[in-house]
């Protein structure tokens, strides 16, 4: 199965975009969403979580109060809003499912399916 992401782009510092990733899961409703990113040279960091229940979240420290993690379960589909942009925002962003339970929520290895990503630059 593969997720589909979209919505980067290039952006000023302090700018918004909307990231959006549409999950063609036959019970979308019951994974674990997130998102996570990567730059040139490093592994692959977790950005941000949703529970199947759509109420339990988790970012990463240094989004906390600017990113947004959503989901409709309607469209399958999965967003990221994400405010006041920062240039160490810039990376190629993944959406990811996975089980329901997750232990580690942050860990890409537990995530099963995944998009191809979106890159999103933001200028100084």
């Known amino acids: 199965v593969q997720l589909q992401a979209s919505g980067g782009g290039l952006v000023q510092a302090g700018g918004f975009l909307r990231l959006s990733c549409a999950a063609p899961?036959?019970?979308?409703?019951?994974?674990?969403m997130g998102w996570f990113r990567q730059t040139p040279g490093k592994e692959r960091e977790f950005v941000a979580s949703?529970?199947?229940?759509?109420?339990?979240?988790e970012y990463q420290d240094s989004v906390k109060g600017r990113f947004t993690i959503s989901r409709d379960i309607a469209k399958n589909t999965l967003y990221l809003e994400m405010n006041s942009l920062k240039p160490e925002d810039t990376a190629v962003y993944y959406c990811?499912?996975?089980?329901?339970?997750?232990?580690?929520?942050?860990?890409?290895?537990?995530?099963?399916?995944w998009g191809q990503g979106t890159l999103v630059t933001v200028s100084s």
């Open positions: 990811a499912a996975g089980p329901e339970i997750l232990s580690q929520i942050a860990a890409a290895t537990g995530y099963h399916y």
């Open positions: 899961l036959r019970t979308f409703g019951s994974y674990t």
């Open positions: 949703i529970g199947k229940n759509g109420v339990d979240t």
